[in-house]
């Protein structure tokens, strides 16, 4: 089993929203810099959707500026990924990445229909 774990994936109507959660089981990949949010739709490359430093800077795609918030308990361990507005265009698979040790989670799947 990976050591980050996405949930919160699923099917949402355009317009709707979801959150996505990413916990580090064991804690070392979180004490890393940064985390982060990717996706991959069917026939296109992995792309950054968002990312968070330790301190709380944040940065986004312009693809999803100002519908999508990404956010952090360090406590928890967990990053979340709030995601309003959604569009068809979202659909992808979503991982969560984390810089210490170039470590991913395995995926969680959002698609956006009708």
């Known amino acids: 089993q990976a050591q980050l774990v996405e949930s919160g994936g699923g099917l949402v109507q355009p317009g709707g929203s979801l959150k996505l959660s990413c916990t580090d089981r064991?804690?070392?990949?979180?004490?890393?810099?940064?985390m982060a949010w990717y996706r991959q739709a069917p026939g296109k490359e992995r792309e950054l959707v968002a990312r968070?430093?330790?301190?709380?800077?944040?940065d986004y795609s312009d693809a999803v500026k100002g519908r999508f918030t990404i956010s952090r308990d360090n406590a928890k361990n967990t990053v979340y990924l709030q995601m309003n507005n959604l569009k068809s265009d979202d659909t992808a698979v979503y991982y969560c990445?984390?810089?210490?040790?170039?470590?991913w989670g395995q995926g969680t799947q959002v698609t956006v229909s009708s």
């Open positions: 968070i430093t330790r301190s709380g800077y944040t």
């Open positions: 064991i804690g070392t990949v979180f004490r890393g810099n940064s």
């Open positions: 990445y984390g810089n210490y040790g170039d470590s």
